[in-house]
């Protein structure tokens, strides 16, 4: 039997955000799909995590060409649970993908080339079971590339319904401004951008916010809990099952020091007395800048999937609130 989210699902009008100058809205938390998705993970809790993000207004749902592991697995994993139980809601989803890192032996395997972008997405769409994605974005910049030549790739992808909006990732405020100039001309104006954004890593507030707010691009923060760390994970330790101690590829051991740990402390501390969670509070210091669309979260399991969406019950901040939090992170930055 396929699966029937609730109908009070879009009860909340103030859940989405408009996109830039676009006419897309998306919702404030949008799921990402890749360390709990790929072929080693267990199905049905990632079924289980799909099923609570649609059912609580979050669809959009992001993938990558090399998310798993291994790579591609987890496109494959959320083709299934398109295939079996979502398919009569695809009009409801935001699907998107990505190209720009190592996918396959060779050099037409990654980076930023026209040969290697449409492919990507031709095998994406095969693991996904779809005929377009809603949001194509190249992963990151490619300094052997021509930017005219990325721009053109993803605006062919529009051209042919392979995708239906462009966007790219991990671009400085420079590329970002000729990339968004590119598609323009192209007839695929830039839809958003997906960097690093966190109360940790705090560069796009260094000229890339004022390039998408005059440009009209929307952004996505990707990793605004800073790997786990921005959340009550870790504040007595790195526990067995953390991500930094089971997969330390994005993560690592030596990275969550001991000052680290007391700015956390103390943030959680801040958190609390805004009677939020620290990664709901988290979310929503990214989520205070106008120019920001969704904050994309990855999850374990779908009671955290539904923590972070809760966000949405206390998104303002105060001056003092946002002074306190800006002395505690003064140090680290």
């Known amino acids: 039997m396929s699966y029937e989210p609730a109908p009070t699902r879009y009860d909340r009008p103030d859940f989405h955000r408009r996109t830039g100058r676009s006419g897309l809205q998306l919702p404030?938390?949008?799921?990402?799909?890749?360390?709990?998705?790929?072929?080693?993970?267990?199905?049905?809790?990632?079924?289980?995590?799909?099923?609570?993000?649609?059912?609580?207004?979050?669809?959009?749902?992001?993938?990558?060409?090399?998310?798993?592991?291994p790579p591609g697995s987890a496109e494959t994993t959320f083709g299934r649970i398109l295939a079996q139980d979502l398919q009569s809601h695809r009009d409801e989803l935001i699907v998107s993908t990505k190209a720009g890192y190592d996918m396959w032996p060779g050099p037409y395997g990654e980076w930023g080339s026209r040969k290697y972008l449409l492919a990507s997405l031709d095998q994406s769409l095969r693991r996904l079971g779809l005929e377009y994605v809603d949001i194509f974005y190249s992963h990151r910049p490619d300094p052997a590339t021509p930017l005219e030549e990325t721009c053109g790739a993803l605006a062919h992808a529009v051209r042919t319904?392979?995708?239906?909006?462009?966007?790219?990732?991990?671009?400085?405020?420079?590329?970002?401004?000729?990339?968004?100039?590119?598609?323009?001309?192209?007839?695929?104006?830039?839809?958003?951008?997906?960097?690093?954004?966190?109360?940790?890593?705090r560069r796009p507030e260094h000229g890339l916010l004022e390039v998408l707010d005059r440009e009209g691009i929307g952004l996505i923060a990707f990793s605004p809990l800073a790997q786990g760390m921005l959340t009550s994970r870790y504040l007595e330790g790195i526990p067995k099952d953390a991500r930094a101690a089971r997969d330390p590829r994005f993560l690592k051991p030596e990275q969550i020091t001991k000052d680290k740990v007391a700015t956390v402390r103390k943030?959680?501390?801040?958190?609390?007395?805004?009677?939020?969670?620290?990664?709901?509070?988290?979310?929503?210091?990214?989520?205070?800048?106008?120019?920001?669309?969704?904050?994309?979260?990855?999850?374990?399991?779908?009671?955290?999937?539904?923590?972070?969406?809760?966000?949405?019950?206390?998104?303002?901040?105060d001056d003092s609130e946002l002074a306190a939090i800006e002395t505690v992170l003064s140090p680290a930055h």
């Open 161 to 201: 319904g392979k995708a239906l909006y462009a966007a790219i990732s991990n671009y400085e405020a420079q590329d970002t401004a000729k990339a968004a100039a590119l598609l323009r001309e192209m007839g695929a104006p830039c839809l958003i951008h997906q960097p690093r954004y966190s109360m940790f890593e």
């Open 28 to 69: 404030i938390v949008s799921l990402g799909l890749w360390h709990n998705f790929g072929a080693v993970a267990d199905f049905a809790n990632a079924r289980a995590m799909v099923f609570r993000a649609f059912g609580l207004r979050d669809t959009p749902l992001h993938l990558g060409d090399n998310c798993g592991p």
């Open 267 to 317: 943030l959680d501390a801040i958190a609390r007395a805004r009677g939020q969670s620290l990664a709901q509070m988290a979310l929503a210091w990214v989520l205070r800048k106008p120019v920001v669309t969704s904050a994309l979260i990855g999850a374990s399991t779908p009671g955290q999937v539904e923590e972070n969406v809760a966000v949405l019950e206390k998104l303002a901040f």
